[in-house]
């Protein structure tokens, strides 16, 4: 069964302070993973894909197939970063796709 | 335009009530997307329209009831609701379904009240 484990439902650090949010998956075939974000009071937005091998805002997510992770990561933490945290797993089918999404981290930066 | 807008922003609905809320995208996005977030919890995918047409609907019940008029329109018909389905509804967009890291973009969704 396809699957997204989030293990962490809070995470809290200090500001400076390097952050790694935690992502697991199940999935029989060849993963498509991204990771999204929710600010307060703003809509869930796109953060990463693990395709783009890019860095957004000092995050970083790299795929690690052998342990069926995508944990997300940055080096150093800002308040700014404090938000909801989903990992998603995209499961396409003929013609359609469809988005599993983890339950979630929520990241406090403390000052 | 490069966001997808939902109205209304706030619902608030009797149960005997009939509403729609309304999902609109400029981007010539091809996949249509309704979610519900309750609080605290991650998206649930209710339905999804690919090139126009119902391609999956996740067992939602009768009372919500989607439509999908054009490519950049996509409505949620309520009816009968009761209170449980209070919730945000998502709206959500992605350019080829079909197509390899199809990524999915959200609207600021509808909070809906059922009283």
């Known amino acids: 069964a396809q699957r997204v484990t989030q293990p962490e439902k809070l995470l809290s650090v200090f500001k400076g302070a390097p952050v790694e949010l935690k992502c697991n998956y199940s999935?029989?075939?060849?993963?498509?993973l991204f990771w999204y974000v929710q600010y307060s009071r703003q809509r869930l937005q796109l953060l990463l894909r693990?395709?783009s091998r890019e860095s957004i805002k000092g995050f970083t997510a790299d795929l690690n197939k052998g342990e069926t992770s995508f944990h997300l990561k940055k080096p150093f933490a800002q308040e700014e970063d404090s938000a909801m945290y989903y990992c998603a797993l995209r499961t396409p089918s003929y013609n359609t796709d469809k988005l599993i999404f983890g339950t979630g981290t929520r990241l406090q930066v403390f000052p | 335009d490069t966001e997808v807008t939902q109205t209304p922003k706030h619902l608030v609905m009797g149960m005997t009530n009939k509403k729609s809320l309304k999902c609109e995208q400029h981007m010539g996005h091809r996949a249509m997307y309704w979610y519900k977030q309750k609080a605290k919890k991650p998206p649930e995918l209710m339905f999804v329209y690919s090139y126009e047409k119902l391609s999956i609907n996740e067992s939602v019940p009768s009372r919500f009831s989607p439509e999908c008029p054009n490519s950049s329109l996509l409505n949620l018909h309520l009816h009968a609701l009761q209170p449980e389905d209070s919730a945000l509804y998502l709206c959500?967009?992605?350019?080829?379904?079909?197509?390899?890291?199809?990524?999915?973009?959200f609207g600021p969704g509808t909070r809906l009240t059922v009283l």
């Open positions: 999935y029989s075939g060849s993963p498509e």
């Open positions: 959500a967009s992605s350019q080829d379904p079909a197509g390899a890291q199809d990524t999915q973009y």
């Open positions: 693990h395709i």
